[in-house]
């Protein structure tokens, strides 16, 4: 069965600070998709960004960036220069649509608190 | 561009009460999903739509239905509401045939009393 584990619970920096995110997975799948969500104190998920599972080429997409290794089932994230705005909530997913489950199976979130 | 859209934004509802949510995709998405996100949990899938057809169920109580119209708008019916059904619903869309991301829409949060 598919699991997605964040095991930070909560981070705190100062502004300008790079932060990264843990995501660690869990699937039987060759083929899947990785996903990170945002969910600011507003309350709506707001899609960040998406890797597949035959593509492990990393990128950086502004202060984003990404690092996804298939030979540690891992996927974390990393914001540069963090700001108070990146302050949210946290979300690595994962869908498996080869075996007909699109729906996303999230991990439990990180939290992260950006200082001023 | 066009987001997805869900009403009502709040609801509140005794136990035992009946509830219907409602959930309109992104333009020329063919595919919906219900997500259901407690208190300072992660969201939880509840079942998805494809065409109009139920295509995955995750843990949807049996209290709870759902369906796919012909304009591919879905709503979600509760009935028999507990009060551990306070949470915070979100309706996603994708398209199967193009990108595979779930755009999320703003979530309904209900509270049941």
């Known amino acids: 069965a598919q699991k997605v584990t964040q095991a930070q619970t909560e981070i705190s920096v100062v502004e300008k600070e790079d932060v990264t995110l843990d995501c660690v997975y869990e699937t039987r799948d060759t083929t899947y998709y990785l996903f990170w969500y945002k969910q600011p104190p507003s309350g709506e998920l707001v899609f960040l960004i998406r890797r597949n599972s035959f593509d492990e080429q990393n990128e950086i997409s502004g202060r984003y960036s990404w690092n996804f290794q298939k030979s540690t089932s891992s996927f974390n994230f990393t914001i540069t220069a963090s700001q108070v705005v990146d302050s949210a909530v946290y979300f690595c997913a994962l869908s498996e649509p080869d075996t007909g489950r699109r729906a996303l199976t999230f991990g439990s979130g990180t939290r992260l608190q950006v200082q001023p | 561009a066009a987001g997805v859209i869900q009403s009502p934004r709040h609801l509140i509802k005794e136990k035992r009460e009946t509830a219907t949510l409602k959930c309109y995709p992104i333009p020329r998405h063919d595919t919906v999903y219900w997500y259901q996100q407690g208190p300072g949990q992660d969201p939880q899938f509840l079942i998805s739509f494809y065409e109009k057809m139920q295509s995955d169920k995750g843990s949807i109580p049996d209290r709870f239905s759902a369906q796919q119209f012909s304009d591919y708008h879905s709503e979600l019916n509760m009935s028999s509401l507990e009060l551990g059904d306070s949470a915070l619903y979100f309706c996603?869309?994708?398209?199967?045939?193009?990108?595979?991301?779930?755009?999320f829409g703003p979530g309904t949060r209900l509270t049941v009393t």
């Open positions: 996603a869309s994708s398209s199967q045939t193009g990108e595979v991301e779930q755009y």
